[in-house]
T-cell receptor, first 114, second 108 residues
Framework: EAQVTQNPRYLITVTGKKLTVTCSQNMNHEYMSWYRQDPGLGLRQIYYSMNVEVTDKGDVPEGYKVSRKEKRNFPLILESPSPNQTSLYFC?????????????FGSGTRLTVV | QKEVEQDPGPLSVPEGAIVSLNCTYSNSAFQYFMWYRQYSRKGPELLMYTYSSGNKEDGRFTAQVDKSSKYISLFIRDSQPSDSATYLCAMVYDKIIFGKGTRLHILP
């Protein structure tokens, strides 16, 4: 089944403790992206990657890092999480970077930073 | 003025009714228009997309784009409880912009 897999689904952590949210897709998509979704603010792009070793900032990159060493994987790293990073995170991918093909989203990671 | 505006709802309608969901936008550069559906505790999934003014139909769903008015709509005919979800519009020029979503409840 074609899908984007995120782990973990739920995570509670403490301020300052480094964490990584993994994302993997099995569709051979070139383009991958991370979003956060907050009430009243909608989906906001954190980082995106057009292909292996190519990453770029989205609209809200502060406090986040990403890497793209393999085509299928695009982990999101929070080196020193803070409570304002409490959110619902989605990884998404699309073929050839074509938005009109539509994103395939993962099921989300609900992160709480206390 | 925000680039994409969407009423957050919630919108509650009885089963079988026709549902109309709408977004307005300000940037005339938008080329592609999409609707995503997001069930609770799930990621959004692409429902429909179109790149021109006019209507596009897929089963019970019709997407309508009026570029002159900068207005897009999604119509759901014969609505079902399984249509209860949040619906997000999305628009593309060189990047994709999502609306904040409208929560829809179909009452059995």
């Amino acid at each position: 089944e074609a899908q984007v897999t995120q782990n973990p689904r739920y995570l509670i952590t403490v301020t300052g403790k480094k964490l990584t949210v993994t994302c993997s897709q099995n569709m051979n998509h070139e383009y991958m992206s991370w979003y956060r979704q907050d009430p009243g603010l909608g989906l906001r792009q954190i980082y995106y990657s057009m292909n292996v070793e190519v990453t770029d900032k989205g609209d809200v990159p502060e406090g986040y890092k990403v890497s793209r060493k393999e085509k299928r994987n695009f982990p999101l790293i929070l080196e020193s999480p803070s409570p304002n990073q409490t959110s619902l995170y989605f990884c998404a991918s699309t073929k050839d970077g074509r938005y009109d093909y539509g994103y395939t989203f993962g099921s989300g990671t609900r992160l709480t930073v206390v | 003025q925000k680039e994409v505006e969407q009423d957050p709802g919630p919108l509650s309608v009885p089963e079988g009714a026709i549902v109309s969901l709408n977004c307005t936008y300000s940037n005339s550069a938008f080329q592609y228009f999409m609707w995503y559906r997001q069930y609770s505790r799930k990621g959004p999934e692409l429902l429909m997309y179109t790149y021109s003014s006019g209507n596009k139909e897929d089963g019970r769903f019709t997407a309508q784009v009026d570029k002159s008015s900068k207005y897009i709509s999604l119509f759901i005919r014969d609505s079902q409880p399984s249509d209860s979800a949040t619906y997000l519009c999305a628009m593309v020029y060189d990047k994709i912009i999502f609306g904040k979503g409208t929560r829809l409840h179909i009452l059995p």
